[in-house]
C-alpha cells in the first residue's frame, strides 16, 4: 500500500505541474516562492492531494510516523515534478527585461 500511494503521489504532483505549464505557455515558472501568473485551481488541488498521500504513505501501520524516512520521502515525490519543471524552464527562452 505505501509503494502505491508514494506512486500515486509522485503521479499527482507531476500532473498538477503539468497543468501548471499548461496554463503558463511560454512563461518560465519560478523554482522557489515566486507566484506563476496563472495558477489554476486544479494544479492546487493536485499538489495538496499529492503532499497528503505522501505524508499518508509515511505512516506506519502502527501510526508511528516515519520521520526518519518521510523528508526523503517527500523529496522523492516532488523530485519529478522538479525535473518536469525544469525541462520546462530550459524549453522556454528568457524573457528581456523591460
Do not use: K
Not at 502505491?4 to 522557489?32: D, Q
Not at 510516523?65 to 525541462?87: C, D, H, Q, T, Y
Request: hydrophobic share 55%; glycine share 6%; charged share 10%.
Amino acid at each position: 500500500m505505501t509503494l502505491f500511494l508514494v506512486v500515486l503521489a509522485a503521479c499527482m504532483a507531476v500532473a498538477s505541474e503539468y497543468l501548471l505549464t499548461r496554463a503558463n505557455p511560454g512563461v518560465r515558472l519560478p523554482l522557489w516562492r515566486g507566484r506563476p501568473p496563472c495558477n489554476p485551481t486544479s494544479a492546487r488541488v493536485l499538489r495538496g492531494l499529492a503532499l497528503g498521500s505522501a505524508v499518508f504513505a509515511a505512516i506506519n501501520p502502527s501510526d508511528d510516523i516515519a520521520w526518519w524516512w518521510g523528508v526523503a520521502l517527500i523529496v522523492g515525490v516532488f523530485l519529478p515534478a522538479l525535473l518536469v519543471r525544469l525541462v520546462q524552464n530550459s524549453r522556454v527562452r528568457a524573457q528581456p527585461v523591460h
